[in-house]
């Protein structure tokens, strides 16, 4: 058993608490790592706020981060002690259903114990104080050391900076993804974006990467026109400087509607606003933010008749334990910006003050 720092939700609502944890061995087929740097992300906070019905208290939150394995237990054979990983919550098992099917990345395999806040085996790895500790989306990176699946993890170049390429475990990629994969954007396509943090701004670099001619930020906050412009955008707009509602102005500045739109906020009064601002007859528009539990979204069913389509998209697409490397790779060669995400970094005992950051937009 490890002892280490991890920062615990013992309930929602609440700051997390730098407590002392247990971290036990890792069992047959998982994965114990040290995690080297964690970013924090709106679906953590979403967590802890209480409004997620699969939310489990007390828990370690956590889910874009990166590593080194420390140990492994019996049967794990895709990585050794010392390998330079990933955590993933979208695992890749290669034997479900989802798995050999290329339309999907959703493995199922441990789906169920995942959202329950346990192992595979029905059991935690973490306790504090004498009390069980429950993960979070399988991967529970606010701790110097996890225990995670084999099936959720990935082995990544040993060179790359973990600083900055846990940003690779969700955020860019599933920005990124969102554009390349589920909308496949296309040379000379209009876009519209919607939200420019940082899942908004991945959305850009990957339309930009397709060869998107025209690409629409739309933010009410001015201050990320700047750097949305830096990632691709070609211009920036703010529903509030308008009359009228924000589709009829996207239709107007592209000629009838943008090609792909993509919703990066989880607002479904903005998902409906992205699809009426998708072109007549071909026009596509992605969910890419989680809206709240129990929200639903609506449009008149003739937006669809008339040929927009609409979609939605986990983790970008990507096939976990295959892509999340090649991913890295192209991080290393340049092809991608990961850098250029990174705002501010703090040491773990600070991980309050990141929320907040994230919470005003900074």
Known sequence: VIKCKAAVAWEAGKPLSLEEVEVAPPKAHEVRIKIVATAVCHTDAYTLSGADPEGCFPVILGHEGAGIVESVGEGVT?????????????????????????KTNLCQKIRVTQGKGLMPDGTSRFTCKGKQIYHFMGTSTFS????????????????????????????????????VNTAKVE??????????????????????????????????????YAKAKEFGATECISPQDFKKPIQEVLAEMTD????????????????????????????????????????????????????RTWKGTAFGGWKSVDSVPKLVTDYMSKKIKVDEFVTHTLPFDKINEAFELMHTGK
């Open 256 to 307: 009838g509607g943008v090609d792909y739109s993509f919703e990066c906020i989880g607002n479904v009064g903005v998902m409906r606003a992205a699809l009426e601002a998708c072109h007549k007859g071909w026009g596509v528009s992605v969910i890419v933010g989680v809206a709240a539990a129990g929200q639903e979204i609506s449009t008149r069913p003739f937006q669809l008749v008339t040929g």
């Open 187 to 224: 040379p000379g396509s209009t876009c519209a974006v919607f939200g420019l943090g940082g899942v908004g701004l991945a959305v850009i670099m990957g339309c930009k990467v397709a060869g998107a001619s025209q690409i629409i930020g739309v933010d009410l906050n001015k201050d990320k």
């Open 144 to 179: 110097e050391y996890t225990v995670v699946a084999d099936i959720s993890v990935a082995k990544i170049d040993a060179a790359a900076p973990l600083d900055k390429v846990c940003l690779l475990g969700c955020g860019i990629s599933t920005g990124y993804g969102a554009a």
């Open 78 to 102: 895709k990585v050794k002690p010392g390998d330079t990983v990933i955590p993933l919550y979208i695992p890749q098992c290669g034997e479900c259903k989802f798995c050999k099917n290329p």
